[in-house]
């Protein structure tokens, strides 16, 4: 069975520090990674995916099949980087499974 | 980027009752919808997954009978809750995708509907 767990509910920092959010999964096959993100009143939309293996809004994310990672990644954080943040499992982008999320929160 | 709209954002029906979410994909054709529903402070839950023109798939644990999603066309698919009780109010959230190649597409999501069964 595809799991996805995201050991932190809550996440605080400081602006311009560097910032990372947990992600494990447990998948008997080859998965595809997402992180998913949610702003302030906003839908949920795509942030970045590992087989695109791009930065995004300075965000990466490197799958670590050793250990079954996904961790998300920015050297440092802005405010405008705080939001929910969900990673995200499936096949082929199909049957989805989410992480329970993060919420980061960025002080200034 | 696609977009995908929700109709209603917000609704509140009485127990009993039955109540239809519609979900547009806006700027493109999509294949493939999902519904996911988010319980407070948790994450979404897939429900189903629907393709045009055939029976929704649907998530174990999930009553079809009371979940009933269409997927009329390659633009709409509706959920639509039957007899709804207190306890399926909840927010619902649709996404739609698209075959691009052999896989399917980014999901792009729809704002979610809020149901409220008093």
């Known amino acids: 069975a595809q799991r996805v767990t995201q050991p932190e509910k809550l996440l605080s920092v400081f602006k311009g520090a560097p910032v990372e959010l947990k992600c494990n999964y447990s998948?008997?096959?080859?998965?595809?990674l997402f992180w998913y993100v949610q702003y302030s009143r906003q839908r949920l939309q795509l942030l970045l995916r590992h087989i695109s293996r791009e930065s995004i809004k300075g965000f990466t994310a490197d799958l670590n099949k050793g250990e079954t990672s996904f961790h998300l990644k920015k050297p440092f954080a802005q405010e405008e980087d705080s939001a929910m943040y969900y990673c995200?499992?499936?096949?082929?982008?199909?049957?989805?499974?989410f992480g329970a999320g993060t919420r980061l929160t960025v002080k200034p | 980027g696609a977009v995908v709209s929700q109709h209603p954002s917000r609704v509140i029906c009485k127990s009993g009752t039955s109540v239809k979410i519609e979900c547009r994909s806006l700027?493109?054709?999509?294949?493939?919808m999902f519904w996911y529903r988010q319980f407070p402070k948790k994450s979404l839950m897939l429900m189903a997954t629907?393709?045009?023109?055939?029976?929704?798939?649907?998530e174990q644990g999930v009553e079809k009978d009371k979940f009933l999603i269409n997927h009329a066309s390659l633009t709409l698919s509706t959920l639509t809750v039957t007899s709804a009780h207190p306890e399926d109010s909840s927010f619902y959230i649709c996404s739609a995708s698209k075959l691009s190649g052999e896989s399917l597409d980014e999901q792009y999501f729809g704002p979610g509907t809020r149901l409220t069964v008093t």
């Open positions: 995200a499992l499936s096949r082929n982008n199909n049957d989805m499974r």
């Open positions: 700027d493109f054709q999509a294949t493939t």
């Open positions: 998948y008997s096959g080859s998965p595809e």
């Open positions: 629907s393709n045009e023109g055939s029976k929704a798939t649907y």
